[in-house]
Structures are given as C-alpha cells and as structure tokens.
C-alpha cells in the first residue's frame, strides 16, 4: 500500500461522523446522490467554524450530508440549499428534521442553479459550496465567488475528480474543466486559492477585496 493510500485509509477510520449525518448518507447512497467523503465534510465543518459564517448557500443539496456538515461547524448559519431533484430534496428535509436543526436554519430551493443562482443577491453570503452538476462547474463557481462577501469562501468538492483531474491523457470536457479551474484560481488576483487533496480533493477559494 502507497503512503497515499495509508493515509487515506487513515482517515477514512479515525474521523467520526454525527449519526445524523451518517445516517442520510446511507438514505443519499440508496438513492444514487453520491455523498462527499466523511474527511471532506469534517474540512467544511471546520470552515465553517473558523469563519463563524452565519449565511450559506449550497449548490446542490443531494440527501443532506453536505448541508449537514456545514451547520456541524456553524450551527448558528442559515443554509440556503439549491437542487432540481424533489426526491433529493425530500430526502434531505427528512434528514434535517432527523438532526433536528430548526427549520428557520434551512431554506429549499427547487429549481436548476443555472436559474437561480443569477436572481440572488451578491456579495451576501460567508460560505458558497458548489457541488452540482460538473458540465457547468465554471458558471456555477463564477456565480459563487459573485454571491460570496469580500472575504467569504467558495468551496468545490470532488476537484480532483477521481485522480483523473491530474492526468494530462484524460481531455474529456468536465476533467478539463476541472482541471483549468484550479489552474486558473491559482492565476487570479480576485481570489486566494488552495487544493486540499484529502478525500476526493476540496478547492478553497477566498475572494479577496476588488482592486482598483
């Protein structure tokens, strides 16, 4: 076994989950909303702690595990949560119901994000996590870092995409997407970028205040 692999292994086996969290993430896997890993909701948890963020938007609600992680680290937040999926968004108000987080702390939008996302107010909110639809993960970003406050954070699981992201043979139009995101961040003045390689990868982007 690779040190890589170890490590992975490690992690996935020491990091502890709230049994409400694990518990829609066995109701996501039933229904095929592929959860993000255990290691990548403990590094949002701890995000959203250490900014204290108080407003956060989810693109993408799958069953509730991301959601669920988020207010872990800032139980005093409001989520607001974005899926085209009824049955994903059921489930996922079931299982905020089950970890009982009040319902003022959650508000559901049923629509596609390519929709929503240009009618909500910018700069407003602490935390934007992007975790839909890959074919417009640059839009959905754009969208993110423009509703994200001057120093609020915009998050991107799975960036990695399966180690595909750093192999140059792989040209399909989502790895490539993927892949000129993180090397564009890094590019940006607008914002500060890093990649966390833990689980399937998790891009952390800070926007910075705008220069003149």
Request: net charge negative; glycine share 8%.
């Amino acid at each position: 076994m690779s040190e890589h692999d170890a490590n992975a292994r490690f992690l996935r086996e020491s990091i502890v989950e709230p049994d409400s969290i694990a518990r829609a993430r066995a109701h996501a896997v039933e229904l095929g909303a592929m959860p993000i890993s255990t290691v990548v909701g403990s590094q949002i948890a701890v995000l959203a702690a250490a900014t204290g963020a108080r407003s956060i938007v989810e693109i993408g609600t799958g069953a509730g595990v991301s959601g669920l992680w988020l207010l872990h680290g800032a139980p005093q937040a409001v989520l607001t949560s974005i899926d085209n999926e009824p049955e994903h968004l059921a489930a996922a108000r079931q299982a905020f119901a089950d970890a009982k987080v009040p319902s003022t702390k959650v508000r559901f939008i049923t629509g596609r994000a390519i929709d929503v996302l240009p009618r909500m107010n910018e700069s407003s909110y602490d935390i934007v996590l992007v975790d839909a639809d890959p074919d417009h993960i640059i839009e959905y970003v754009e969208h993110g870092l423009r509703l994200a406050r001057t120093g609020g954070i915009v998050l991107v699981p799975r960036i990695l995409g399966a180690g595909r992201v750093a192999d140059p043979v792989q040209r399909d139009e989502v790895t490539s997407a993927y892949r000129s995101l993180v090397q564009e961040t890094q590019e940006s003045s607008a914002v500060l970028a890093t990649v966390s390689p833990a689980g399937e990868g998790l891009l952390q982007l800070i926007r910075l205040a705008d220069r003149d």
